[in-house]
């Protein structure tokens, strides 16, 4: 009776061994990551079928054969075996999660993202390994574009600029401290309003841009930090969130300052010299190399009774006495 009762507990015991065993061995193939178990040699010992397939060897050519070492990206083996060894000496200094390189049997280097741990009592440990290899290309990727566009947002002689709904400033590009006295980092966080001269001019700005969702050429006064007033062209449109609701206004900015102040001072000219041309005695006028007459000024009706209109167009010898 005693030894059937033994057979019966060691049957029990081999039937949840075995049961525990199908319960990991299906863990250990249907996580849908790649885990191995290495060796502290770092032979792999074992290896399921994912790894396998993301490698591109059998099961048979990795476990007791091949060493990860040979897998590995020169660049990243050295940091590797040192954390391999740290592992076994002083476990709590160890990484259990980095990113490394991962070399499969053609050659190609994948992306990979390590979780690794001792297992305990042993010299062993089990790692799982998920290939990042798209998501590191779309970051670098990103990267890149993300360095593009702030080399120009950072080298635009435009200021571009963005503020929410309340007018308050939350982006600006560094080349607004060309223009102003004030830096790039006083003014975000500022309510736009303060650097209007006309604060009134700013809900006119937003009221035409809500209404027809962008402006061009749209001109305002500013104010500097020291008080002096600039000319900008403003280029600006409404800003949407992810629910394509408005959050804001972005846009560019120009100092037309110089270009307003030379159309100013031209027109003084211009206006000066008609005067002085209009209020002379003689007769002033143009011709072009045909000799046909592009200006003459209003006196003329008054000398020969032709109206400016009535010459200008015309050839010099139309009114010249033939002989």
């Excluded at 000066?272 to 007459?293: F, G, H, M, P």
């Excluded at 009535?310 to 009114?319: C, P, Q, R, S, T």
């Amino acid at each position: 009776e005693e030894f059937e009762a033994a057979t019966e507990e060691l049957i029990e015991t081999n039937t949840l061994l075995e049961e525990k065993e199908r319960f990991y061995r299906t863990l250990f193939e249907n996580t849908g990551s790649s885990i191995i178990v290495i060796e502290e040699d770092t032979t792999i010992s074992l290896a399921n079928e994912n790894f396998a397939e993301k490698v591109g060897y059998k099961r048979e050519e990795l476990e007791g054969k091949l060493k990860w070492t040979e897998m590995v990206s020169e660049d990243d083996l050295d940091r590797m075996l040192k954390q391999h060894r740290l592992r076994r000496q002083n476990p709590v200094e160890a990484e259990s999660c980095y990113e490394f390189r991962f070399k499969t049997r053609t050659g190609q280097l994948l992306d990979t993202l390590l979780f690794v741990t001792l297992i305990p009592g042993t010299g062993k440990s089990i790692a799982s390994l998920f290939d990042i290899t798209e998501r590191k290309k779309a970051q670098r990727a990103l990267q890149v574009s993300e360095n593009k566009y702030r080399t120009i947002f950072e080298n635009v002689q435009d200021v571009f600029y963005q503020t929410d709904l309340e007018g308050i400033i939350t982006e600006i590009s560094p080349s607004i401290e060309k223009y102003s006295t004030f830096t790039r980092e006083e003014l975000i966080g500022m309510q736009v309003k303060s650097v209007y001269v006309d604060s009134a001019e700013r809900d006119r700005f937003v009221d035409l841009i809500l209404q027809n969702g962008k402006v061009s050429d749209y001109e305002l006064q500013l104010k500097t930090k020291d008080n002096r007033i600039v000319i900008v062209s403003s280029n600006s449109h409404i800003l949407f969130d992810s629910n394509g609701r408005p959050a804001g206004i972005e846009g560019s900015l120009r100092d037309v300052s110089g270009r307003k102040l030379a159309e100013k001072s031209l027109r003084e000219a211009e206006q000066k010299y008609r005067t002085l041309v209009e209020n002379l005695i003689e007769i002033v006028y143009r011709l072009d190399e045909n000799a046909v007459i592009t200006y003459i000024s209003p006196n003329v009706e008054d000398i020969i009774g032709y109206s400016p209109s009535e010459i200008v167009g015309k050839k010099l010898k139309d009114f010249i006495n033939q002989e």
